[in-house]
């Protein structure tokens, strides 16, 4: 193993004559950025605001899909003045960037960019183009993130990354001279057994990395082993987790292990450095002085702060092939609370997941991350675990058995899933050796496979709940010209949103006596939906072929119904 260069000599030397030569200034954008982030908040907002008109006029000029967007909405870039007016803008996700790629390049022949994708979590990269402009500001932020987590230019670093060893020798010579002359070492994620974490130990017990970087399910693995095997001597400045959600006892874990601090860092391929957590370890800082960062509620309403809700993204440095409004598919929950660290930045309270970490009940509900967390800490024996779904009704559970498993926990974990999932889910438990990595060398331990269904028909109606049935447990009786529903057959399924609560709850109905108007819903509506709230029934079912209408609902910033949405058949929810 080739010993890594001193720190000092890669931060005062090699890096500014490097940069020098290549003449990208990311050193003064460094400073900039390093300044910028103690403004105050009412300034950092202004620097956004003025990013943002900019951003928006060169678009609507150079790049085609935008263009005919503001023309077809009959609206110019001076009308956006603040977040309201954003909220006019409509939404921007991975489809729509495969439909329209070409239309979402710059025309602008000074413009630059380079092919680059993500990583295929979900199984299905996307390709898109980055501007050549932004690698300097966005490296710039790199630097700016780790001297949060107190780690600077030339401090050695090791990555713990989905790096796969079959790319080709001369791509594979010119990343491993980058990577020396930026002490950087890799450590791939996508083999992780015994022999070759004993050789990642060794080699870092010689390089003696100031950073530890990577995805918390793999360097968690890692800690453990070496925590197993009682091997010592690696003991880096800081640990950062990235690219995946980190849960407490993973943290809890790597900071006794590694004997420092674990900060959390959100970032993409399409945008890299998003939000880091500094010093003060209480939520994550946007850099919202190079994107705009929103938290939406499944009604494309901004999440208040606490609510769960879709990152959506802006990012103002990507002119070449410009995303406004992106939707990411990672859920994050905001908050209003000022950082004591000083910093201007404003804060989210965490990151939760993908939109696809989550696994759903029969009765519509959401179960995210932490319980199974939860589970497998509780029962022992879980070396390693992942919960898989394809169907709202059955799950499988595979594990990795450690020593201290029995088969007496296997009905423990089926009792602890029904308790939270419901009695009716069907539970399968896998026991098994080894659990594969995603495409992109991370360990998913929530596989969604559930499909979107396709509507065929719904009707809205607004209702008031007027009792509960005394002859039916977990029931509610729904009734004010429940007739129309006609057409729902016992069993089918409804949504009801309730205008009081805000609760959006999946259930079915049964119809009452004939020509009593009743209509009866059991299941978990009932835990949620009380005497005289004000609810919206929507009756919907699935099918390949489309036909009728599907009425959606628009609500307003407080949960209260606005008006009805309605679309052709074949949307898919």
């Not at 879980?382 to 926990?409: A, L």
């Not at 296997?410 to 539970?427: A, D, K, P, Q």
């Not at 098994?432 to 499909?451: Q, T």
């Amino acid at each position: 193993m080739v010993l890594p260069l001193s720190p000092s000599l890669v931060r005062n030397v090699i890096h500014p004559v490097y940069r020098g030569l290549r003449g990208d200034k990311l050193l003064s954008t460094l400073n900039v950025l390093e300044k910028n982030q103690y403004l105050s908040p009412e300034e950092i907002e202004d620097i956004q605001w003025g990013r943002m008109k900019g951003f928006l006029k060169e678009i609507s000029t150079h790049v085609p899909y935008y263009r005919e967007l503001f023309n077809e909405l009959s609206m110019n870039v001076e009308d956006i003045q603040k977040p309201a007016d954003f909220l006019e803008l409509p939404l921007l996700d991975k489809h729509l960037i495969r439909l329209e790629e070409k239309r979402l390049i710059t025309e602008d022949p000074m413009r630059r960019g380079y092919r680059s994708s993500t990583g295929g979590s979900t199984g299905e990269p996307l390709y898109f183009s980055v501007d050549l402009s932004a690698g300097p500001i966005r490296r710039a932020n790199t630097a700016r993130s780790y001297r949060m987590a107190g780690i600077d230019i030339g401090d050695k670093q090791a990555f713990v990354w989905g790096f796969p060893f079959d790319i080709p020798l001369k791509e594979r010579m010119a990343s491993a001279i980058k990577n020396y002359f930026n002490n950087i070492t890799y450590l791939s994620s996508f083999n992780m057994s015994e022999n070759a974490m004993l050789d990642y130990a060794n080699k870092l017990k010689r390089y003696k990395p100031d950073l530890i970087i990577g995805y918390p399910s793999a360097v968690t693995l890692f800690a453990e082993f070496i925590k197993g095997r009682n091997i010592g001597g690696i003991r880096p400045k800081s640990v950062i987790s990235s690219g995946e959600k980190i849960y407490p006892q993973q943290r809890e874990l790597l900071e006794e292990v590694f004997g420092c601090r674990v900060f959390d860092r959100y970032g993409s391929n399409e945008f890299a450095n998003v939000a880091h957590e500094c010093d003060q370890h209480k939520g994550l800082h946007l850099f919202t002085d190079l994107l705009y960062f929103e938290i939406l509620r499944e009604n494309g309403r901004p999440a208040a702060p606490g609510e769960v809700g879709e990152i959506v993204i802006t990012d103002f440095l990507n002119l070449y092939m410009p995303f406004v409004r992106y939707k990411t598919g990672d859920m994050a929950i905001p908050t209003d609370r000022i950082c004591e660290c000083g910093r201007g930045l404003p804060l989210i309270e965490r990151i939760e997941g993908r939109t696809f970490d989550n696994i759903l009940t029969p009765d519509g509900r959401s179960i995210g991350g932490y319980f199974w967390t939860y589970l497998s800490r509780v029962v022992p024996g879980i070396k390693q675990f992942q919960v898989e779904q394809k169907q709202r009704s059955s799950i499988t559970f595979r594990i990795v058995r450690g020593p201290d498993w029995n088969d007496g926990n296997e009905e423990r974990i089926i009792n602890e899933i029904r308790e939270n999932m419901g009695e009716s889910v069907n539970i399968k438990i896998d026991k098994v050796d080894e659990i594969p990595l995603s495409p992109a060398g991370k360990f998913r331990f929530i596989v969604s496979k559930v499909e979107e269904r396709m509507v065929v028909k719904s009707k809205v109606h607004k209702a008031h709940v007027t009792g509960a049935d005394p002859s039916r447990v977990d029931c509610i009786i729904v009734d004010e010209d429940i007739l129309e529903l006609s057409n729902i057959v016992p069993g089918e399924h409804v949504l009801i949103v309730d205008n009081t609560n805000g609760a959006r709850i999946e259930t079915f109905v049964i119809k009452g006596e004939k020509g009593s108007g009743e209509l009866i819903s059991c299941g978990a509506v009932a835990q949620h939906v009380h005497d005289g709230d004000e609810i919206i029934i929507m009756a919907f079912t699935w099918s390949e072929e489309t036909h009728g209408q599907f009425s959606n609902i628009l609500m307003d910033e407080n949960n209260k119904f606005v008006r009805y949405l309605t679309e052709k058949a074949g949307d898919r929810i």
